[in-house]
């Protein structure tokens, strides 16, 4: 009885590891860079990436959630820092995805009262942000035409 236990036992752990082993995240540097082809009416925009060095780094740019729970990164900001702002996260959990959209909500308070040294269509332009999650992967858009974007990271994350 004790080595059928143990023989189901053994099993039921096989196959869960197999099923966590064969969970895909999505590549957030790939969305994003097919999210911004479909950005039009963007300034230039600087890109730092979870490929880059110092990744981990330079993730606190966009916010202050914690790295380690992130599997990938695009984050793109206009050059000229003016508003616009383009991200995609992947996380290594679907069950943190509320705890990173309240850290980029943060930011968005940080933005929107830089913004108030610039003009009011900058600050309008940031109280506009679109912030959405699809399958543990979040994305973030502030700029014109951020509803296209929206649409294209939809169609692009699995």
Do not use: W
Not at 7 to 19: E, G, P, R, Y
Not at 86 to 113: N, Q, Y
């Amino acid at each position: 009885m004790k080595r059928l236990f143990t023989a189901v036992l053994v099993t039921v752990i096989a196959m869960c590891l197999a099923a966590c082993g064969s969970a895909k995240s999505t590549d957030a540097v790939s969305v994003g860079e097919k999210v911004m082809k479909e950005a039009s009416g963007f300034p230039e925009m600087k890109t730092i990436t979870s490929k880059d060095k110092d990744a981990d780094i330079n993730f606190s740019t966009l916010c202050d959630f914690d790295y380690s729970k992130v599997s990938s990164f695009y984050y793109a900001y206009a050059s000229d820092g003016t508003a616009p702002e383009v991200a995609v996260v992947s996380l290594k959990s679907a069950d943190d995805t509320a705890d990173l959209m309240s850290s980029i909500k943060d930011h968005v308070k940080t933005r929107e009262g830089t913004m108030q040294e610039y003009t009011p269509d900058q600050v309008a332009m940031v109280q506009s942000y679109i912030l959405v999650q699809k399958n543990g992967t979040v994305g973030f858009f502030i700029g014109k035409g951020a509803a296209s974007l929206e649409k294209s990271f939809k169609a692009e994350v699995k």
